[in-house]
């Protein structure tokens, strides 16, 4: 597979956690209008995205979890015991319609990315990353752990060196519980200290194949591209993996409502760029969080733009605009009034605050680890 592959689902459309919860906003389906707008996603590049049969979910998901997930979408219901034992039809993960079969799309896409990716290539899954999901219980807005069932799939195909970098606000507390301690998987996170799920901290090596890095509040791209370059890029060269899985939740933008971070979206466009220049063989690049309708749907398009060789404009066509203008944020103070850049470009701009000296103390702290050199357990 030479040309990149954008994997996208109508599910997406219209579907809603319900009206109050963070992902009551539109994502994919946007990405998707607004790929098509530029011009920039021709038929011969998008693949539907199939939902995941059960017994494939069950390569890394407890049987009897999928079944409960299944019972609560069928009935619109989940008992009290349902909701202790597998967190279904709580506040974060609420009883919705499509509440198995949005995940299982999700989780359907990461397994097609992962056979499309048999020979190499790169895919972008704006619908998958949901990295919170544990293997018998909804955590963290995350029904199904898409990235945990993309790496065993990878694994099943006999691979023996896979990366996984999570670019998301929220650390990947559900890929972590999946994999830590594995020699064949390579784990790097750079994610808001002091944020759910209070996971991932510093010290925190996963059994040796993690690397954990905590960043403080105002965290922004010069922090960040010092972290790609110093820490990121040297662990992913040393390891030499087979294949690279990119989360990238676009919570970490300013603008964020569940984040204190200060990303552009530049930043994730020079990551993806950044671990595209590596040349591994097999590059899956998902979505994540992200709850403001106008960030993520500028910050996902310009990595499908980056990934697939198109020029991001400094100012959005008729077509392009039209579709951001279409976006509305009920519930929350900046849906009321947007800044006009969030309907004209999806460039924005950049923190110039000088780095900080936390973020480099903590860079040689990981640099020194084991895993960060390619040597583990």
């Known amino acids: 597979m030479t040309t990149p592959v954008f994997l996208g689902s109508e599910i997406y459309r219209g579907s809603t956690y319900g009206s109050w919860h963070p992902l009551r906003i539109p994502r994919v389906s946007t990405v998707m209008d607004l790929c098509r707008a530029m011009g920039w996603l021709s038929a011969a590049q998008y693949r539907q995205s199939p939902r995941a049969k059960p017994k494939a979910l069950t390569a890394w998901h407890d049987p009897l979890y999928i079944e409960a997930l299944m019972r609560a979408e069928e009935t619109q219901d989940v008992d009290d015991a349902t909701r202790a034992r597998h967190g279904l039809g709580t506040v974060a993960n609420p009883v919705f319609p499509e509440m198995y079969r ?46 945990a069932l993309a790496i065993t799939a990878l694994r099943q195909q006999g691979l023996t060196r896979i990366a996984y970098v999570d670019m998301d606000a929220h650390h990947p507390d559900g890929v972590e519980h999946g994999f830590k301690g594995a020699s064949d998987v390579l784990m790097i996170s750079v994610h808001e200290e002091r944020r759910w799920p209070f996971t991932g901290a510093l010290d925190d090596d996963g059994g040796g194949n993690c690397l954990n890095l905590p960043v403080p509040r105002g965290f922004h791209d010069a922090e960040m591209a010092l972290i790609r370059d110093m820490l990121i890029l040297p662990a992913l060269a040393a390891f030499s993996p087979e294949a690279i899985v990119l989360q990238c939740g676009a919570d970490a933008v ?45 910050v996902w398009s310009g990595i499908w733009a980056t990934l697939s060789g198109q020029d991001i404009p400094d100012r959005l066509p008729q077509e392009g605009e039209a579709v951001l203008r279409g976006l509305s944020w009920a519930g929350h103070s900046k849906g009321k009034s947007p800044p006009a850049t969030w309907f004209t470009q999806l460039h924005d701009s950049q923190d110039e605050t000088p780095i900080r ?20 357990p």
């Open 102 to 147: 949005r995940p299982a799309t999700g989780a359907g896409g990461a397994l097609l990315a992962v056979e499309l990716l048999r020979a190499g290539g790169v895919v972008f899954h704006p619908g998958g990353g949901t990295h919170h999901g544990l293997p018998d219980r909804a955590n963290g807005f995350c029904y199904l752990n898409d990235p």
């Open 254 to 298: 300013t603008d964020d409502p569940l984040s204190r971070l200060c990303l552009s979206a530049q930043s994730y466009w020079d990551m993806v760029a950044a671990v595209q220049s590596l040349r591994c063989p097999r590059l899956l690049v998902t979505g994540g969080g992200g709850y403001n309708p106008w960030t993520v749907a500028r």
């Open 357 to 376: 000296d936390t973020i480099r103390d903590r860079i040689a702290l990981l640099s020194a680890r084991p895993a960060a050199q390619g040597v583990l």
